[in-house]
């Protein structure tokens, strides 16, 4: 088998890309339009192989998709959090949904959202015991089903002012289907005090039960901080730049200093990020039955470290699969197939991460130049043209070229992707973005180690490569350096091919491969 180096890739591209240009200008010569045609075809079927990989990705994700519960009264921000939370696109207002009952409509899934949501419509005109007889009916109702997909999963119970007896009574109600979390919402607006009471209130009905607190103060018209700067100056707020919402706290205060009376400035700020929607999701997650935790984590759009975690899943995954294809020594018959896995790989991150994109951003990023991806097909069928003659036997994609572009690409797309959660932006130019980031990574030497069989164990390193090099300027390469070795002892040994060494007091002092 003949290995091909990453050079030669890249030279082979660019004499493709000449290539392209070239028909581009005399698209009439006739064994130029063939290669335009090629492309066409290439193209037709690398968007049919990703789309089905990504397709049932997504299905998969919504078959499973959790049923969360939302009970609180009106304008306590149900939607607001629903919204943070899962994203915008399920739409949660008034008249919309699927109804369930006279009083409830169901939201979702949708492929960006892969949850479904209960909301109450128009229950606020019903006595309290005719909304709890509503809310019975209908957990009955679902549970009924056979199909345990179809119950009630999860309560989002929203607290207003107080605790009341009423509270107690729904929650007792509630418990006995269903996990809940108890939501203290607009938290922004409420004073410790008041959230002090409520939660010592709540524990003597419910020790253990879980609360979440957040907010969102961006929601509010005019936002004050409720319980003053760090400082404790309470009086002394200004909020500046509305749009925005930051404050600045303006206190000063009149100090004697060694050469006399001199103004000192509190100067403390902050601005109006929402907030504790992340810690809903943790406590969420824990009462979620497994089979659709997956699905509540990649709706979720708020808690970056499991995305990482899931998306390092993804990639080991396709690299595990490209290595395998690479290895095939079938003369480019392993083209089409590693095109799909790393399509496919894209895509899935990208959803992953709730980067919106079209397919047409997933093929610009794939046929970037270092991506092995539908343009290196292109431009080595193309150099090989040029050159005079067609497939020639042994021409196979090296194995470890195929597992390290393939996870090169991955943990590249995770990077910019988390970035571009992260401050809520996404590039012009995505595809160039990515490019000059798979530019700073070399990853052969983590592929080698994904190869060692050891796979699973791979994943939390590279969640962590992609955790770094998404918070800091830090060169991802640096990072896998710094973690190669860690990473391969716990390949090898996850796989069970290393013996540990252990010193005479029985501290493990180092690792060695057997017979080696
Ligand atoms: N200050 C603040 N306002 C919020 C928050 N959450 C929601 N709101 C506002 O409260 C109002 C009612 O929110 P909505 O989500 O429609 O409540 P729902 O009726 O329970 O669905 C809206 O004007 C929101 O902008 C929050 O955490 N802080
Ligand atoms: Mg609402």
């Known amino acids: ?46 968007v049919l192989a990703m789309g089905m990989g990504y397709r049932e990705f997504v299905d998969a994700l919504k078959r ?13 921000g149900k939607s607001s959090l629903v919204n943070l939370v899962f994203g915008s696109r399920l739409a949660l207002v008034g008249h919309g949904g699927r109804p369930c009952t006279q009083h409830f409509a169901e939201f979702g899934p949708t492929d960006e959202s892969p949850v479904r949501i209960i909301d109450s419509k128009g229950v606020e005109k019903l006595t309290v015991d005719q909304q709890m007889e509503e809310l019975r009916t209908m957990i009955a109702e679902v549970r009924m089903s056979t199909n345990l997909l179809d119950h009630i999963h999860l309560v989002w119970y929203f607290v207003g002012s107080r605790w009341q007896e009423s509270d107690q009574k729904y929650v007792v109600t509630l418990l006995e289907s269903c996990g ?4 203290i919402n607009k938290r922004d607006l409420r004073s410790n005090e008041e959230v002090a009471n409520l939660r010592q209130a709540i524990t003597e ?36 730049n509305v749009k925005r919402r930051t404050w600045h706290c303006r206190f000063t205060e009149t100090v004697s200093s060694i050469d006399g009376r001199e103004e000192v400035a509190c100067g403390a700020s902050g601005n109006d990020q929402p907030f504790g929607a992340k810690e809903l999701v943790e406590l969420s997650l824990d009462r979620l039955p497994a089979e659709c935790r997956k699905s509540f984590l990649c709706a979720q759009r708020v808690d970056l470290t499991r995305m990482h ?41 990208m959803r992953t991460y709730n980067v919106p994109f079209q397919l047409t951003d997933v093929l610009a990023i794939n046929t970037g130049a270092l991506g092995l991806g539908a343009g290196i097909a292109y431009a080595v069928a193309q150099a090989l043209k040029a050159s005079g003659f067609f497939v020639a036997a042994g021409m196979a994609i090296d194995m470890t070229v195929a ?10 797309v995770a990077i910019v992707c988390a970035r571009c959660r992260e401050n809520g932006l996404i590039p012009e130019d995505l595809s160039a973005e990515i490019h000059s980031q798979t530019s700073r990574l070399e990853v052969g030497d983590l592929v080698n180690a994904v190869r060692t069989r050891g796979a699973a164990s791979v994943d939390g390193q590279i969640a962590e490569i992609i955790r ?7 060169n991802p ?28 007091s029985g501290n493990e002092i180092g690792w060695a491969l057997p017979n080696q």
Request: some cysteine; proline content about 5%.
């Open 1 to 46: 088998m003949m290995g091909m180096n990453g050079s030669r890739m890249m030279d082979m591209e660019r004499r493709g890309e000449e290539g392209e240009d070239r028909s581009r200008e005399d698209g009439n010569d006739e064994s130029e339009s063939v290669g335009v045609r090629e492309k066409e075809e290439m193209e037709g079927r690398f």
């Open 309 to 349: 975690i899931q998306a390092a899943g993804i990639i080991t995954a396709a690299t595990a699969t490209a290595t395998v294809v690479g290895a095939a020594p079938l003369p480019f018959s392993d083209m089409p197939p590693l095109v799909a896995i790393e399509a496919g790989m894209i895509a899935t991150l």
């Open 477 to 504: 390469s640096e990072v896998a350096r710094d973690n190669l070795r860690d990473i391969q002892r716990r390949a090898l040994n996850s796989a069970g091919a290393i013996e540990r060494i252990h010193s005479t």
């Open 403 to 412: 597992g390290t572009a393939v996870m090169t690409m991955g943990i590249s």
């Open 180 to 183: 809940v979390v108890l939501v």
């Open 468 to 474: 770094m090099s998404s918070t800091s300027d830090a």
């Open 64 to 76: 499973n998709a959790p049923r969360i519960l939302l009970v609180g009264d009106t304008g306590t």
């Open 205 to 240: 009905d419910f020790p253990g039960l879980a609360v979440a607190e957040c907010g969102d103060p961006r929601e509010s018209g005019a936002w004050i901080p409720q319980d003053g700067c760090p400082q404790g100056h309470d009086e002394e707020f200004i909020v500046v």
